[in-house]
């Protein structure tokens, strides 16, 4: 089935604009609990948790009344971190759940992500099953079996104790100073806790939503603000959450960065040390940087690599029986864990590393050297297709030819945003940057 309205994570878009409207939200509530309750057995039980976006009271309700339409209870759990309605899904024996968030975007934009009972997202498949309901004439319940709503006190604490029995050196972290910057997203008020509770003297950045503020020069997509409160407060460790935590990126004593290779990359040699990485490899998509892989097969360790999107790495992880794997970008999948990326899980991680080795977060942060890497984003209008165009593919080729044997080529649309993605790998960095630019001249051009 050809998919129109779910992207490479959920349904995203701008706020009150196609898909994102309340309608839009109400039908895909309704045909998501026909879905479940038709394919699902008797399970009327459905989890809704949210980030901090204004939009998001807007998006809730209508869902809300979507799924009470075809006799689903709704459990409300207000803003909680995208991995937290993934276990509470699974641990309060729910048929569905979803998460309204945009992740990193800005406010203006928000989403919705669905979880079946395993906690798990769904497939594409299971996707375009729900998208052909939402198109056709939706079954609703008989009056008195439409479902129920209430809202959930304790969700954010259910997670916050679940996500603390994850750390392995309880009570180690003492003295230990953490700066965490929440970009006044979903984890708000869930991660400084985890963090307290754990011992660490806590320095909260991005703590103070109020609707509009999500992700705006904060977060990971913007580690500065993180990486100055790092430094101006003598801190040990930053830890840079996107807005609904299931990104991350750590910053070191000194304010540098280091993004979801460097941690996957000391996460996986930890792993293989004592032997907890299953299958000896690491499951990364295509925009894993080439020195990641090189680091994994000087250790005798592979990286399998996916398409992007941590879906469908956490798909190949399941499918292979793997245990470790994410994005560049931050999402780090740890499945022993948490059914999806969870950026405070594996900031818990990373302390833990520091807590057991002894070792300053600069020396744990880089572990391996990066081949040049640039990307570089080329915006197109509703209803182009620049990357049919003649120029572009003969830009493409041209680029192809060029790095044959130097370093590696990646074009492709962004599944969320009208983006076309232009990455290239290469040693020498002239080369890197003339293949690039002439590639993103032609798709301007074809635009």
């Known amino acids: 089935m050809t998919r129109k309205l779910f992207g490479t994570d959920g349904v995203r878009g701008e706020a009150n604009s196609w898909p ?15 879905y479940f309750r038709v394919d699902r057995g008797n399970g009327h039980r459905v989890v809704i948790g ?93 009056p008195q079996n439409i479902g129920r709503a209430k809202r959930i ?39 400084p806790e985890v963090l307290w509770e754990l011992g660490c003297e806590v320095i909260p950045v991005g703590v103070t939503p109020n609707g509009r503020n999500i992700n705006e020069r904060c977060g990971s997509t913007h580690t500065r603000t993180a990486a100055e409160a790092v430094v101006a407060h003598g801190a040990d460790l930053g830890i840079s959450l996107d807005g609904d935590a299931d990104r991350v990126m750590i910053i070191d004593e000194n304010g540098e960065v280091a993004d979801g290779d460097q941690i996957m990359a000391l996460f ?15 499951v990364a998509t295509v925009m894993s940087n080439l020195g990641l892989e090189r680091f994994l097969t000087a250790r005798g360790l592979r990286l ?12 190949r992880m399941r499918e292979g029986g793997f245990n470790l794997g994410g994005e560049q970008s931050g999402h780090i999948v740890m499945t022993d864990y948490a059914t999806t990326g969870d950026g405070l899980m594996a900031g818990v991680q990373f302390l833990a590393a520091m807590a057991e080795t002894g070792q300053k977060a600069s020396e744990l942060a880089r572990q391996f050297e990066t081949v040049p890497q640039l990307l570089k ?41 009208p983006l076309i993605r232009v990455m290239a790998e290469c040693g020498d960095e002239k080369i890197l940057n003339e293949v690039v630019d002439d590639i993103v001249a032609a798709v301007e051009k074809a635009a």
């Open 20 to 34: 994102m409207t309340a309608e839009m939200a109400l039908k895909l509530g309704a045909a998501a609990g026909r």
């Open 377 to 417: 984003n080329v915006r197109y209008a509703a209803g182009q297709e620049p990357l049919d165009a003649g120029p572009v593919k003969q830009a493409i080729a041209a680029a192809e030819e060029r790095l044959k044997g130097r370093g590696r080529l990646l074009i492709r649309k962004s599944g969320t945003e």
């Open 50 to 142: 949210k980030d901090t976006r204004l939009s998001g009271y807007m998006l809730e309700n209508a869902l809300t009344a979507g799924l009470t339409s075809t006799g689903m209870n709704v459990l409300l759990l207000g803003p909680v971190p995208t991995p937290a309605v993934g276990y509470l899904t699974r641990s309060m024996r729910a048929d569905l759940g979803i998460m309204i968030s945009a992740s990193h975007n800005p406010s203006q934009d928000n989403g919705i992500k669905f979880f079946g009972p395993d906690g798990f997202k769904l497939s594409d498949e299971a996707e375009a099953e729900i998208e052909a309901m939402v198109a056709g004439e939706i079954r609703l319940a008989q």
């Open 268 to 282: 996986a040699a930890r792993w293989a040390d004592a032997g907890k990485l299953r299958g000896g490899a690491l």
């Open 153 to 191: 006190d304790d969700g954010v604490g259910r997670y916050v104790e679940y996500a603390k029995t994850t750390f392995p050196a309880r009570g180690r972290l003492s003295g230990m100073k953490v700066v965490i910057d929440c970009a006044n997203g979903a984890a708000y008020k869930a991660a």
């Open 304 to 315: 399998e690599r996916t398409k992007v999107g941590d879906r469908y790495v956490v798909e």
